[in-house]
Every structure is written in structure tokens, then in C-alpha cells.
């Protein structure tokens, strides 16, 4: 407690909110950044960032005297309430801890931190609870969740983030959500180094807190990765104070040698860069009681998803008025405007537009592709849109995608802005058109997809036209949930049952995926490509877990090569079969089911061509061919190679590329 009477009162806010301590995001003790345990006495509008575990900024608080009246207010009332919100000091923001907080508390000290600092800088962290979800989604907040790390990258920063002293050195990994602090045997070892009254006032904190539970049970300090009885012991029963510097030495060694015995030598050497060494000690930081962890508000995000939307500042309603969050007023906040996607703005817009008996929305951007063939140009913008409707049970769950060639981007190749006007639009056109040609073969698409659009200013290249008014086409559709071909679990495809039905399955996918040449053209530089199982082919599953079809979520690249003889691309299509061939129980039976399916398909599409073809070749009338690639040209094209192809030969020349039938790759 001595460490704790060694701060004053911070200055009072225009809140009222009193620090006790250092103040937050700036340094710390010895000019560290501020880190580890803060607390916050909501009644007495006191925030404590000294230093210490939580428990001894609690008592601090409980022996405080409430803070003097606002001027011609009330007076304080020393019987007031001691609610203590529990968070974590981060370099960059003050995290509101929900495993140790319940979700009115948590509302609580979220509204008083606001009022004092920036929103951006104050997170959600821990257990996301029913009741807390509902209640962030319906303020448009879920941006200011904590998302888990998840690349190496991101793991390593988080690992040294967590770094955090109690009141001497930063020696201890912190997780927040249980509120333990690991002591590793690098990081004991290293105590040696200290001069040496630091080294026992540090290892008397040691012996203070070590295995002393916290108001959860579990540990404030604990030795890492394995409890050691022994050292545990010896740490905690050895006077530090009273020994010469030697003794210091002797005991410490001794007590080091004992928790390096206990840890496995991958892990006795802290560096991030150790694979055993990072992944060990983030599951050690990130746990969570019950390990309760939602990373989307929409548990019906697939897999491929996983880190990759960016939820965005967005609209919260109020009764009748809708809001967008403060964030969008504050243009001299460079950070708070970073945060913000003006996009994202505009999409809430069309949806309140469109609907009357709006409770929500959240809004999230795809951070990278999430199919495994990313273009290169154009724009590839790609939202995700949560929202409520007060007449409806079920959340809506939207997928946005920007086209695209739009009228900004052909500005950009230096065209007139009526004639980019006219372009944008055929190039919607031409997606739609795409779109009903797959579908008129064969192809399982979403049921609906609808054409919307938003205004912009352009600000390219296109010196003459800067600042000019402009709109940006989009596609929107249902969220389908199912898991991607190529993201299914290697061990699905040892169930035998499991494998023959997608082979089926995909046998059939693929003989469509062929007859509209869904290959991407190639160039100087890169061969065409055929986009078949790279993320776009989703897996949809009955109540039982079994297969039951395959729906292509995006058919970009479709009518992309409409004149090629069909037998040319097939070993692409063998290869999605042979790379799976060491997966599954019978190879060969696999394979076969894959190439039966594929001729059924071919042949039945084929069949129902030459039954109505004169419904085939009329579907895109007037619009007539103009023998330099507009649609109707390639769908005349794609409709003659469909009917001259003999489906045996291709099934045949198919077979000649499967490895588990005697094919060569």
C-alpha cells in the first residue's frame, strides 16, 4: 500500500472523473508505457491506474472519501455505493473487463470513460455474453469488441503487450480476463540481473502475490507454464529482506533451478519467435473463464471468415431517430476519422432508407479476399451487413459487393464522365446477364441478388473530374452459411459416407463450373487460370452434418473463356480430386463417383439444351452479338461448345488425368 500513497489525485475533468495515478496512455513509472490493472469507482466518478493488483486499488477506494459536489449540488454522501468496474491499461486503451464485471457495471463504466476519453480508446474485452451482445449490436458498437490475434505477427505484439508490471518490474504476463500474471523462468532468471535492493523488493512482491487467488479464485501470480510446488514454496517462505546480497543470489538460483526442472525446454526461453514458446503462452494470456469466446455477432460465420471483418462505426437507434456514432463528427480527429469508413456510412444509409422497423445494424469490411483467386484490379470491395427488423425474429445477415468496373474507375482510364457513366452501367448489366446464364445452366446460386447503389465523390486520377458527384454499383445477397470445398477439415473425408457424397456433389459443381469456362484470362505475365474450389463453392449440410448440395457464392470469371475446347482445362479440375485422394478411405471409389457425377451433369445439361433451344438462344434478346466478346456474343459461343461435346469423350479425356483411376496428373 506504500507504493499506492505515493500518487496524488489527477486534476478533476469536465466529468468530474478523478485519476489516481498516472494518467492513461501516457508513461507509467520509469517512463514505461502504462500498463496492467486499473480500477474505476463509478459513484465517485475516481479512476485508480497506480500501479498494483486490483484488490489494493479496490481497498484504496473503499477508504476514500466521496468527491466534493459539483457546485450548487447535492452534498456527498459518505454511505454512497463502492461499485468498482475492473479494467485493463493498455498502451493504446483502457479495456472494460466483462469476465469480471457484470454487463451493468460494464454499461456503467463505459458511459462514465466516454465522457472523459475517446470512445475508440475504450474496448470490450473478455467474455461476450448473450446479454452483452445484444446489448453492443444494438448500439452499433460491436467495432469496439477486442478481437483475438490470430496471425504470428499480431500474436507476437500481443504477447510483449502483455508485459505488465504489479508496482516494480514489468516481469509478469498479464491476462486481463482472469487477472493472473504468469512469471516465466526466463523472465526469474533474469531477477539476477537486478541491482540488488530492486531484486528483493521484486521478489517480495513475488512472495506477496504469488498464489494468492483474486476475487475469481484464480491466481495473482502464478509460474509458468507449470505450477512447481517446490519453487512455489521456497519463494514464498524465504525472508528476502533479511538475507545478505549472496544468500539473495544462492536462494534465487536454487529456486530457478527447481521451475526450470519443472518446464519442458522448449519453453524456458521466452521469444516469441519459438513456435512451442508463442503458442503456449498465448493460450495462457488469452484463456477465459469458461473459455466463452464469440468472435462475430453471428455465430453462422464460416470458418474463412475468421479475422477477417473489420467491424466499422455504424448507427445506433434512438426510438424512432437514427445516429451514427459520434466517431463521424470529430473531422479534427485523425484517429476517430482512420476509424471511420464513409462507405460503410452510406451502406446504413440505403438500409434505413429501405426498411421502416430498423432495431439495429453493424457493419463489417472483408479485410483480404477471402476466395483464393484476389484480382488484382478493379475494385474488390466486400462488406458484411448485420440487422435487426423489429417485425422479424431473425437477424438479416447481407453480403455487399462492390462491382468491379464502376464509374470511378474508368475515370480513372481517362474517359469522359458520360461515357464512365455508360460503362459502369453495361458492366452491371453484364454481371446480372452473367448471373442468369449460370443459372439458365445449371449453376446453384443465392435466390435473390439485387442491384443497389451509393453516392461518391471521385477523387482519381482524372484531374478534370475531381470532386465531381459520381455513384458506385453494388451487388447485395443473403449471408449463405456453409464451408467452402477448400476449407473443409481433412478429417471429414475419412467418414466414408461423407466422402462419396461430395464427391457427388462435386462432380457435378465442377462439370458446370466447365461449361461456363469460369476461368480467368490470362496475360503476358500469367497463364488463364480456371476458378474452380478456391473459396467460392460452398458446402451446405443437413441436420445430420451430411452434404447435401454445393452453391457457387460468387460466379465471378464465369464466361471467361467462352471459346476454348472443353477438354483443354480438365486436368485443373482432376487436380481438386487428386490432391484429396490421400484424405479419403477408398481413393478410387472416390474418384469414380467424382467422374460419374461430372457426366450426369454434363449430359443432363446438355439434354435440356437441345429440348428448348430455342429458349437457350434467344434469353438475351435484343441485345445481339457483336463478335467482340459483349454477352450475348459469349453466350452464343458457350451454347455451341456445350452442344458439340461429346459428354463420353470428355468423361473419358476427364479419366485420363485422375490419379486414383491409373490417370497422369
Known amino acids: 500500500m506504500d507504493s499506492l500513497r505515493g500518487w496524488s489525485h489527477g486534476r478533476a475533468f469536465m466529468d468530474s472523473l478523478k485519476v489516481v495515478g498516472p494518467p492513461p496512455f501516457g508513461p507509467g513509472p520509469a517512463g514505461r508505457p502504462l500498463t496492467g490493472a486499473a480500477t474505476l469507482w463509478i459513484e465517485g466518478n475516481v479512476l485508480v491506474t497506480t500501479p498494483t493488483i486490483h484488490a489494493l486499488q479496490v481497498d484504496l477506494l473503499s477508504g476514500m472519501e466521496p468527491p466534493a459536489p459539483a457546485e450548487g449540488g447535492a452534498g456527498a454522501d459518505a454511505n454512497a455505493p463502492r461499485t468498482c468496474a475492473l479494467l485493463h491499461l493498455a498502451p493504446d486503451h483502457i479495456g472494460i473487463l466483462l469476465p469480471r464485471n457484470d454487463l451493468a457495471v460494464s454499461e456503467r463504466a463505459d458511459t462514465l470513460l466516454q465522457a472523459r476519453f475517446p470512445k475508440y480508446r475504450i ?68 531477477l539476477s540481473a537486478l541491482a540488488p535492493r530492486q531484486r528483493v523488493l521484486q521478489l517480495e512482491e513475488i512472495r506477496t502475490f504469488l498464489g494468492r487467488p483474486n476475487a475469481q479464485g484464480a491466481p495473482e501470480i502464478a509460474l509458468w507454464p507449470h505450477p512447481c510446488p517446490a519453487a512455489e514454496r521456497s519463494l514464498r517462505t524465504t525472508e528476502w529482506g533479511t538475507l545478505e546480497a549472496a544468500g539473495v543470489e544462492a536462494a534465487l538460483a536454487g529456486i530457478v533451478a527447481l521451475h526450470r526442472a519443472a518446464a519442458p525446454v522448449e519453453l524456458q526461453t521466452d521469444d516469441a519467435q519459438i513456435e512451442p514458446w508463442r503458442n503456449a503462452m498465448f493460450h495462457s494470456l488469452s484463456e477465459e473463464p469458461c473459455e466463452a469466446c464469440i468472435e462475430h455477432p453471428n455465430t453462422v460465420l464460416g470458418p474463412e471468415f475468421y479475422r477477417q471483418v473489420e467491424w466499422v462505426p455504424g448507427v445506433h437507434f434512438d426510438g424512432d431517430e437514427w445516429v451514427f456514432d459520434p466517431l463521424f463528427d470529430q473531422a479534427d480527429d485523425a484517429e476517430a476519422q482512420r476509424r471511420c469508413d464513409w462507405v460503410a456510412r452510406a451502406l446504413v444509409a440505403n438500409v434505413v432508407r429501405e426498411y421502416a422497423d430498423l432495431d439495429y445494424i453493424n457493419v463489417g469490411r472483408i479485410i483480404s479476399p477471402i476466395s483464393g483467386h484476389p484480382d488484382k484490379h478493379g475494385r474488390r470491395d466486400v462488406f458484411l451487413m448485420e440487422f435487426k427488423r423489429l417485425s422479424v425474429d431473425r437477424e438479416i445477415l447481407k453480403v455487399v459487393r462492390f462491382h468491379k468496373w464502376g464509374i470511378r474507375e474508368h475515370l480513372n482510364e481517362g474517359l469522359e464522365l458520360l461515357e464512365a457513366i455508360m460503362r459502369s452501367q453495361e458492366y452491371a448489366d453484364y454481371i446480372f446477364n452473367r448471373r442468369l446464364g449460370c443459372r439458365q445452366l445449371g449453376m446453384n446460386l443465392p435466390d435473390q441478388v439485387t442491384l443497389h447503389h451509393i453516392p461518391d465523390e471521385y477523387r482519381g486520377s482524372n484531374r478534370r473530374f475531381v470532386g465531381s458527384p459520381i455513384w458506385a454499383n453494388y451487388s447485395e445477397r443473403d449471408f449463405i452459411p456453409g464451408m467452402a470445398t477448400n476449407r473443409i477439415p481433412d478429417g471429414k473425408y475419412s467418414e466414408k459416407l461423407y466422402a462419396l457424397q461430395f464427391a457427388a456433389l462435386f462432380g457435378h459443381a465442377a462439370a458446370i463450373n466447365l461449361i461456363v469456362g469460369r476461368v480467368r484470362a490470362g496475360t503476358a505475365d500469367e497463364p488463364a487460370e480456371v476458378i474452380f474450389d478456391q473459396g467460392d463453392e460452398l458446402v451446405l449440410h443437413d441436420q445430420e452434418g451430411e452434404p447435401s448440395s454445393i452453391l457457387v457464392c460468387d460466379h465471378s470469371h464465369s464466361f471467361g473463356d467462352y471459346k476454348s475446347p472443353l477438354g483443354v482445362h480438365l486436368r485443373d479440375y482432376a487436380r481438386a480430386v487428386n490432391h484429396r485422394a490421400h484424405l479419403v478411405p477408398d481413393p478410387i471409389a472416390f474418384a469414380e463417383e467424382f467422374l460419374l457425377a461430372f457426366r450426369r451433369a454434363f449430359r443432363s445439361t446438355q439434354e435440356k439444351y437441345r429440348r428448348v433451344i430455342r429458349a437457350f438462344d434467344n434469353l438475351f434478346l435484343p441485345q445481339v452479338p457483336d463478335h467482340k466478346g459483349n454477352f450475348a456474343d459469349r453466350w452464343q459461343h458457350v451454347l455451341r461448345r456445350l452442344n458439340s461435346t461429346s459428354s463420353d469423350r470428355l468423361a473419358d479425356q476427364l479419366r485420363s488425368h485422375l490419379v486414383p483411376l491409373g490417370g497422369n496428373p
Open 123 to 190: 474496448r470490450f474485452v473478455g467474455v461476450r455474453s448473450p446479454g452483452f451482445l445484444d446489448f453492443i449490436k444494438r448500439r452499433g458498437d460491436f467495432w469496439r469488441v477486442a478481437p483475438t490475434p490470430s496471425t504470428v505477427a499480431e500474436r507476437r505484439r500481443f504477447i510483449q503487450a502483455a508485459l505488465a508490471p504489479i508496482a516494480c518490474e514489468p516481469i509478469f504476463y498479464y491476462n486481463p480476463n482472469t487477472g493472473t500474471r504468469f512469471l516465466t523462468v526466463d523472465k526469474l532468471a533474469g
